[in-house]
């Protein structure tokens, strides 16, 4: 059964639970744990999830095992590797186990924050010292992703900034207006040139807020993630509507040649669609992580 726990093979603990529902204070031999310790070490969310159900939450987070930790001990070690290396970067792992740890935390005794194990160790100090590693890590994952991203943004700005005052078809040399001021494609390219750069700088602003961050433990759970959910969103809309100011701007100096508009009109998808082919992953995953992802879904008074 423990093995099954370890392998997360949700199916077979819950027919063995269900057959027996004593086996639910079975300990396992060596660490003295039961499953749901065996299951939040493992990281195995729908088991947890299942046992949290099915007992008195208050005696399933009593127990301690051999070197006195609690259930919020057992949360603050690091995840196995074969845990970690589901998820593919490490920001969003620091993450995953942040979210474990606050998860248990919402089902325990308040005063098991402050408890010590054998080895004089809070849960908190726990977590501290099994994650400094991956927290390192994350931070150049972090640091590495936002700096990318930022040199891409800036681009961007500087493209749209010059486009703003060298308009499709020139200017009036006697009034100085734009001599296509009044046609319908030029206030397209005039208003997608003005979103393509305030967007721009949101996601430059914002990824510059990620690179300046601090890097503490707690940022890794909400803040940090949000910011990079936040530029990564602004630099795909500025993407998308730079495309269309270049889209409307040879429209607009090549009126009447609708073959080769269309041509250039279809060329200019193949940017946002490698954006978003390369990097719209990135932004689904980032989000699913921070905003759906959860181990208890009904919590207990």
Known sequence: MFNAIKNGIDEFVRELIKTNPDIIWMLEEGTLRDILMCAIAYRQEKIANFIHEQVKWRDATIKLDKDRNNLLHIAGKQAPDIQLSRISDAGLQMQ?????FKEVESIVPEYYKECKND???TPGEVFSEEHKDLQRKAEDWMKQTAGSFTIVGALIITMMFAAAFTVPGGSNKD???PIFSHDTLFIMFVISDAVSLCTASTSVLVFLGVLTSRYSEKDFLI?????MIIGLYTLFISIAVMMIAFAAGVAIMLEGQLWIILVMSILTCIPVFCFAFLQ???LVKIFNSTYRWKVFEKKRD
Not at 223 to 227: K, N, Q, V
Request: aromatic letters at 22%.
């Open 96 to 100: 995953r186990e942040l979210q474990w």
């Open 119 to 121: 080895f004089k160790k």
């Open 175 to 177: 009034t100085g207006f």
């Open 223 to 227: 803040s940090l993630p949000r910011r």
């Open 280 to 282: 719209f992953p990135l």
